[in-house]
């Protein structure tokens, strides 16, 4: 049963709810304001729903950014659905394909929420699997399918974290038109997925045209980039594709387990331009993660670089841009603050005897793509 907090909508303006709303989008994108503050304005209930593969260890993006997204989210009393889309990383051949390993990392996704601070009570956790086994599921992907060119199909597929010359099997062309029907399967309004399912997301709404259903609002959350920086692809959504931190490319990657040296050995190794805040992932770390938390950062330089220093982000941005701020200084910041983060998770999984177990389990396997 999931618990609703029945004083929010009292005490939250509509202004204020679309306020926290679109924060949530914040370098990412909203796709349909108007409705939402129409819905708003209505007094209907928002349900929103974010779905994720199981597929390994979690990695910032999953760990720090979404729990944050989950919580500003029913901050505005949208009540929220998490889809553990077990077929589908079964289909996407994550962890081998193999659906006994994929459901131990759901079950490991699961603690990774609670170690971030979510209220499990608070939101609603299905599995794809067990929805998938109706007939109106698959009659639904069909007329979906049926709406749908096969060159569309191909060019969403992008949503797997695949280039579209990577399709592997016949299975991969159904994923788009299975993911359109989860909007409808779980009955929201809200898609609230990373830009990175944009291709998805859009295809929902023109079905959702064509067919007479109910058109989801879009709100699309930032990519945080890989530890490598902005990387070329073909199009936008394959520049995103290539660039984002991916539990697939562990190269790229800072983990929700990782321990101190960890990161500072891969922070040291990480892209970081003077003077340039364009595709610098350690600001893109900055931004979306740390100072949400902490709105001033301290940064601790000896007295001959002109001494420790106090900076907001935006004060941060303009002095490294003039290069009063070092690569080397930044780096030891982002260090110490995505540290100061992720402890409180690593605890968790120290002296929680279930999450404990579950870590040590996945990290056995091997991330397949």
């Given amino acids: 049963m999931v618990k609703k907090d029945a004083k929010v909508e009292k005490e939250l303006s509509i202004d204020k709810r679309l306020e926290l709303i679109k924060s949530v989008a914040e370098g990412g994108e909203l796709i349909g304001e108007d409705e939402l503050k129409k819905i708003l304005e209505s007094g209907e209930e928002l349900v929103a729903y974010d779905g994720f593969e199981p597929s390994g260890l979690a990695h910032i993006p999953f760990g720090l950014l979404r729990a944050e997204n989950l919580k500003t989210m029913l901050k505005a009393g949208v009540r929220f659905k998490l889809w553990l889309a077990d077929y589908f990383a079964f289909i996407n051949n994550k962890l081998g394909g193999d659906l006994n390993r994929i459901h131990k990392a759901g079950e490991y996704f699961i603690e990774v929420w609670k170690a971030c601070g979510i209220d499990i009570n608070k939101v ?71 830009l990175d399912q944009r291709r998805a997301n859009i295809l929902g709404r023109e079905i959702a045209d064509k067919l007479n259903w109910r058109k989801p609002v879009v709100v699309s959350h930032h990519m945080i980039l890989g530890l490598q920086g902005i990387q070329p692809g073909a199009d936008k959504e394959e520049t995103i594709l290539a660039s984002k931190m991916s539990k697939s490319k562990p190269e790229t990657c800072i983990y929700m387990h990782d321990t101190e040296e960890d990161i ?46 106090e900076l907001s982000y935006s004060e941060l941005e303009q002095q490294y841009i003039s290069g009063e701020i070092h690569p080397l200084d930044l ?15 690593r605890k968790y999984f120290e002296t929680n005897k279930k999450a404990k177990e579950l870590y040590e389990e996945v990290k056995k396997y091997s991330v397949t793509r």
């Fill in 264 to 309: 500072k050995k891969k922070i040291a190794k990480a892209f970081c331009p003077e003077k340039i805040i364009e595709g610098n992932p350690l600001f893109d770390y900055l931004k979306y993660l740390i100072c949400k938390k902490y709105p001033k950062i301290n940064i601790k330089r000896p007295d001959k670089f002109g001494g420790n220093i």
């Fill in 124 to 194: 609603e956790v299905i599995w794809a699997s067990e929805r998938m086994n109706k007939l109106e599921y698959w009659d639904r992907v069909l007329k979906i399918a049926k709406e749908t060119t096969l060159n569309r199909s191909i060019r969403a597929t992008t949503i797997m974290g695949r280039k579209e010359k990577e399709l592997q099997s016949t299975a991969q062309l159904f994923y788009p038109s299975m993911q359109v029907s989860d909007i409808f399967e779980l009955e929201v309004n809200i898609c609230q997925l990373g």
């Fill in 331 to 345: 780096k030891n910041t982002v260090i110490f603050y995505l540290n100061d983060l992720i402890q409180p998770i």
